[in-house]
């Protein structure tokens, strides 16, 4: 642990005059040449580099750490104050930790404030009678040391890691360097939340930041699984250094509590071995000095673990100072457990204590800032990206761009990716490359067995219901039927499920790898998918077109279940079922007065609604009425879409190549699909409770049907998946675009000038030549044989409702 030499600049002169003046004094036998000082210099504690710059110490706190050198061996901590200050005990113990934690320790420690000097053994730490040292007396100190032990070093670093601000805030600040290196992704380990580099700007973390300004002490940072929590704690770390006020250090929770994982991390990361009693003192101590306040950033508490509430409770009480603040993230399920008292409805402590900062999908500010970090990280997001309800769940661009990093061509700097504006069935076999432990798999198999018996399950609460298609989660009584308790702890404690009590009052598991049980649930569905094939085709596309809609993903999930069918060893998908798929058209429905419908909206829950005589709509929710009236600009109330999951499936599965084998004969079929579901009058994207995702620009003409703006971008699966036909093709699909536009059809031409558009955009020179040819020649004509769109020309924002 030898020091190190960090002085590059030269020290303001008055400084360096007292620091001449104590030399003289205090070694008046020794010649100037011998004894040289270091005002910057450096020392560890465990795997940390704490710098320490004396002269910033001087300015601010009218105290210099400086380290003085004979030859390159420390002789002495001097420890100067400026002339007028008294000297206290303070003085003298930072002084002795400095010296001890350096290695080879600092024999001396010299503290002066330009009148009073006094010298002390750093080994005995007792103060010597004389203040001035000859020649002699300091060869017998130097040779008295060689044969003495390092003093308590664990004692020094408790003095400077509790009066120290300049020692003690680079130390937690290394500490959550590290607690965020282990988080952070890497190619055996793709699950951790983190990927270098890519962090979300949220508002949360700067509603944080201002309640923690004001003086308040608690702040839960809540939100459900995988919307970002973490991202926040680390955001905030971040943000916290730029400024003098605050210090955070980032603790996972675990089982043993706060202040013990406290004490771990401690031991861990800087080597100071303290204990639960020690670690909490030292929490006291920081909490009524001077100085930047610690805020202990705790991610993923288990308000069920015993003992933690009161922790919480006496870490913000009075009994600590303001100079402690806590931030911690919460599931919402487990809010009210922290702010209602047991056994009552009044609040608890922790609720009377705590600002709530809510954390959701991203909001189209955040989104917009998530694009210029991924544009920074040379990865570009398709034109209609900002329509798509999944990638406003961060686990989502997490998932995108862990996979884009790993590309070895991401390694080349000149090379940019263009990632896709909607999550696809790439998704899933991205799962598959990244999680190859087969162990974690079956884990997660037996989980997804679980999940879509559950999710097939109409005896649940309605409100569970409607959650569980758009959130992985399964009923913790339905996972135990096939799976050990051992093994459910086993996946709660390595961070793949979250438990939770939904709204309902059910105990449930929520999934926080949705990638891998979305494969998973491929692959037992592509089992069953088989067998229903084989008997029948029509009830085979039925029960795919039935469980897809009680799952989130439901649409990729199935598309790759059935690529997963056809290419297994019975390969028993025939042109048959997907002809069923295709019959089940989408389809425009009237709601008929006094029909009764149910859906989960963020933050209301369970809302059900009532069509009224004149096509309005009565909404009832936690005791509320409302009446949602006709507006003619928006549409119908009583119109909304149906039947059109199949087509969702179809759309899916084009944007990959499939062939069919007959009489030895192979033939490519998504070019079929592209064609027909190309065709429909309606638009094909999955919908969510969110209205702000399911409205979309559009041109509704009467008797051709409802058609996206090009201005949107790519914001259907079908739109994409014609992208990635022509992308993949080239000119070699010039036959297929003028048979295209010789269908005359609406819906399909607007879609194919989207996809035509964009793969010019992102292809080589050839392939935006081609785009153009097809644009202006076949493209063009067949819009000149076609209704007109809005004769004004504006596309209209139209929101796209759906029947559950």
Known sequence: MPAKKLTTTPTEADLEAAIRQTISRVFPNLSDGDIRHQIKFSFTFGHATIKIDGAAGYKSQARADIILFRGETPLAVLELKREGNLLVAGDEAQGLSYARVLNPMAPLVIVTNGQDVRILDSYTGKALKQTSISAEEFSAVVAAAANVARGNVKESIQTLMGTNP????????????????????KPDAPALPFVDGFLLSRTATSVVLDHLEKGDRLILVEGPPLIGKSNVLRDFSGRARTGATFASLLVEASRVGVIQSLANVLADKLNWPVTREEARN?????SKSDGPALVLAIDGLNVRQSGILTEIEELTSSRFGNGLRLVISVDDSAVQQLLVASNSRASSPIGRRARRVPVDRLDDSEFQKALKTLWAMRIRMMEGAGSARELRFPWALRSMVWSIMQDPRHQDPSFAAVAAPMLGVRLIQQARDQFTDPELRRKFRELASALLKDAQKRKRPMSLILESMGIFMVRRKKLAKHMASVEIDDLIASGYLKPGTHSSGEPVLLVRLPELLASELALLIATELTSYAKASPVGAAQWLAGVSICLPL???????AIIDAATSDSGAISLDFIGELLNTRPARKTLQAGARYATHLPGLGLVDFTVKADGSLLAEFNGQRHLLEMDPDEGELDTVYGDFQSWMILSHLAAHPFVSVSNGEEERVDPHILMEVGSADVVLRSVGPEMQFNGVLTHDIPGAGCIVCHNAGIVEPITYALFSYLSGEGASAKDWIEEACRRSSLPLIARLQIALLYAGEVGSKEDAAF????????????FRQLPPLHPENTPQEQTIPAIV
């Open 554 to 560: 439901g649409d990729i999930v199935s598309s790759q």
């Open 282 to 286: 030292w929490l006291m101590r920081l």
């Open 166 to 185: 300049q020692v003690w805030r680079q130390a937690v600040e290394h500490v959550t360097d590290a607690t965020i290196a282990e988080l952070t992704a």
């Open 771 to 782: 785009a153009k040819q097809m644009l202006d020649g076949p493209v063009a004509a067949a």
